[in-house]
């Protein structure tokens, strides 16, 4: 099962960005769906996640106000919002798939199934 993150790219700070998370082989609008985000030397964080509705939404401390998760299950996709970005948001963002569709978990190991990764960086 292979998920394909994109939408990533420079952006200056304050500016927003939207990502996208699709599966090629895999009916994604049965799972729930989580957002995580790794910098350089940093470990592996939790950004947002949402039910295989999208009834029910999660969100790391950092991302509450400034990012929304949504699907669109008509067209497998989940998206990610990133507004009044930061240079701290700068990471590589990965989208990842629960086999529990009510899970918001903010665990990776909740997660069987994930993509490679879409680079994101905010310029000061």
């Known amino acids: 099962v292979q998920l394909q993150a994109s939408g990533g790219g420079l952006v200056q700070t304050g500016g927003s960005l939207r990502l996208s998370c699709a599966a090629s082989d895999l009916s994604l609008s049965s799972y729930a769906v989580g957002w995580f985000r790794q910098a350089p030397g940093k470990e592996r964080e939790f950004v947002a996640a949402?039910?295989?509705?999208?009834?029910?939404?999660e969100y790391g401390p950092f991302a509450k106000v400034r990012f929304r998760i949504s699907r669109d299950n008509a067209v497998k996709t989940v998206s990610l919002h990133m507004t009044k970005m930061k240079p701290e948001d700068t990471a590589i963002y990965y989208c990842?798939?629960?086999?529990?569709?009510?899970?918001?978990?903010?665990?990776?190991?909740?997660?069987?199934?994930w993509g490679q990764g879409t680079l994101v960086t905010v310029s000061s």
């Open positions: 949402i039910t295989w509705s999208g009834t029910m939404t």
């Open positions: 990842a798939a629960s086999n529990h569709p009510y899970s918001r978990s903010s665990s990776p190991s909740d997660y069987a199934y």
